[in-house]
């Protein structure tokens, strides 16, 4: 989870104004550079909260 959050984080911190997409096509490629498989719903579920929150999320909570 530690790797995850890392991504998260990379990618929120620099998410406003984003395209549309953006965010979940970074956070992809971040777990794919960390190593970590997240299944479309999750990087679903996570974009959503990065894009809706802006601001800092917990990926544990998002993902549950």
């Known amino acids: 989870m530690t790797a995850i959050q890392s ?16 965010v979940a096509d970074e956070l992809r490629k ?9 299944s479309d719903d999750e990087i679903r579920r996570l974009a959503d ?10 990926a544990a909570e998002v993902l549950g």
């Open 49 to 58: 909260a990065i894009e809706d929150r802006h601001a800092a999320i917990s």
């Open 7 to 22: 991504v998260v984080d990379r990618v929120t911190s620099w998410q406003d104004g984003a395209e549309e997409g953006v």
């Open 30 to 38: 971040g777990a794919a550079e960390v190593g970590v498989d997240l």
